[in-house]
């Protein structure tokens, strides 16, 4: 199941933000894998106030938002340039969020999870 972890300053969620960003994101995911994924994409939001963050050994400065992005690792191979098309289409969906000058510093990191760790429903992946 792909699914997205959004790490952002929490100031930076307002209740309009998170609707562009479940918009923006699932576009990026179903513009890879098509339509069929719809159901399946999970977005979950993590809001961390802006002291709760460091940067450079410096207290509350928050970073760019990142997103973590997870599935079974055959996902990133079913479509072959997968993850460099999620890792735009996730930076295009933030930026647009957040603002053009953030680009250059959001952060995407794409997890792929052997089918013999990944289960949905108890049953392993290798196993279904």
């Not at 997205?4 to 300053?9: F, I, S």
């Not at 999870?113 to 049953?123: C, I, L, M, N, Y």
């Amino acid at each position: 199941m792909p699914h997205c972890v959004v790490t952002v300053a929490e100031e930076l969620l307002d209740g309009t933000t998170e609707e562009r960003l479940v918009a923006g994101l699932t576009d990026a995911v179903l513009a890879v894998y098509g339509e069929w994924a719809r159901p399946l994409v999970v977005i979950e939001f993590h809001g961390v106030p802006t002291a709760r963050f460091a940067v450079g050994g410096e207290l509350g400065k928050a970073p760019a938002p990142a997103v973590h992005f997870s599935s079974r690792a055959g996902l990133f191979t079913q479509v072959p340039d997968a993850a460099e098309r999620l890792a735009a289409g996730f930076t295009d969906a933030l930026a647009a969020v957040f603002g053009e000058e953030l680009r250059k510093d959001i952060g995407v990191t794409l997890i792929g999870t052997a089918d013999d760790r990944s289960a949905v429903g108890g049953v392993l992946f290798a196993n279904a």
